[in-house]
């Protein structure tokens, strides 16, 4: 009886060892993907039409993302402001590329500085995720979550220590 409950034993230690594995790298692979598309703008003014210039970049090495939208809130509030369907919508985001966007729609209702800072953007790919932009007067605390902003930290981290393949 010993032998089989040893075997068994060995056959269960093995199937969770694989299971641990399989669970962290699942992990792993989540938050590279939550963390791929990185969003940088700074405001732009014509007159009283205020419109932000983005640096989107795409961190992922295998990945092609199809920019969508961009969503416009006031800070506090659920509801957008606006919703821009056009300026970026169908451009394609290769893997590893940076991408600088100044032709965008001038935002309805921010005619002033101080209302640019009182908005929040998020740009939007088709699958339908967002990500968050980060602008002047804002920092990461005030666009993001604790999860999110660890997120990031966490892939920062890891592309400063990695080795490099090439």
């Known amino acids: 009886m010993a032998f089989w409950m040893e075997v068994l034993s060995g056959c269960l230690g093995s199937i969770f060892a694989g299971l641990f594995f399989v669970f962290w790298y699942a ?14 703008y700074s405001w732009r003014y014509k007159g009283t039409d205020f419109h ?9 090495k295998s990945r092609t993302y199809l920019l969508a939208n961009i969503a416009y809130t006031k800070k506090g509030v659920l509801a957008p402001l606006w919703i821009d369907n056009k300026s970026l919508w169908g ?3 290769k893997p590893g590329s940076i991408n600088y966007f100044d032709a965008v729609a001038p935002v309805r209702d921010v005619h002033s500085m101080e209302d640019c800072i009182q908005v929040q953007v998020k740009v939007r790919v088709q699958t339908g995720r967002e990500f968050p932009g980060i ?12 999860g999110q902003r660890f ?12 080795i490099p393949m090439e």
Do not use: C
């Not at 997120?151 to 990695?162: E, G």
């Open 135 to 146: 602008g002047p007067g804002q920092d990461r605390r005030q666009v993001m979550s604790r």
């Open 52 to 60: 932000p210039g983005f640096d989107i970049r795409n961190r992922s």
């Open 91 to 93: 451009i394609e985001m």
């Open 27 to 40: 992990v792993f692979q989540r938050l590279l993907q939550v963390t791929d598309v990185l969003v940088g």
């Open 151 to 162: 997120a990031y930290w966490l892939r920062d981290s890891f592309d400063k220590n990695a």
